[in-house]
């Protein structure tokens, strides 16, 4: 299984940025996915998540608004609209796959051990 997050890099504060994610080696279509994000010296954190089908979807407070998860299953991607950026959105951005079955399609969740599979990540600077 692999999950390579990308679309990183530097942007000002108030501009937009879209990070995507593509996987390989599993079922895209019957995993939840989520978008974490890890800012240096903190906890990693959950951003969105999205069901199945892409008709549910799920956010964090901070960012609610402002970023847009979506996802494509005849392309095993998902991604990460965001918009008004701001410099404390500058993390490390993971995507993660949480295996559901049928009839949970859209449990979505927003602790880490419920995910099963990680990227990488894609560093996002959001400068001042």
């Known amino acids: 299984v692999q999950l390579q997050a990308s679309g990183g890099g530097a942007v000002q504060a108030g501009g937009s940025m879209t990070l995507s994610c593509t996987s390989s080696?599993?079922?895209?279509?019957?995993?939840?996915m989520g978008w974490f994000r890890q800012a240096p010296g903190k906890e990693r954190e959950f951003v969105a998540a999205?069901?199945?089908?892409?008709?549910?979807?799920l956010y964090a407070h901070s960012i609610k608004g402002r970023f847009t998860i979506s996802r494509d299953n005849t392309k095993n991607t998902v991604d990460l609209q965001m918009h008004s950026l701001k410099p404390e959105d500058t993390a490390v951005y993971y995507c993660a796959a949480d295996r559901r079955y049928s009839g949970e399609e859209d449990y979505l969740q927003r602790e880490i051990y419920e995910y099963d599979h990680w990227g990488r990540g894609t560093q996002v600077t959001v400068s001042s």
């Open positions: 999205i069901g199945w089908n892409g008709g549910t979807t």
């Open positions: 080696g599993l079922t895209f279509s019957i995993y939840t």
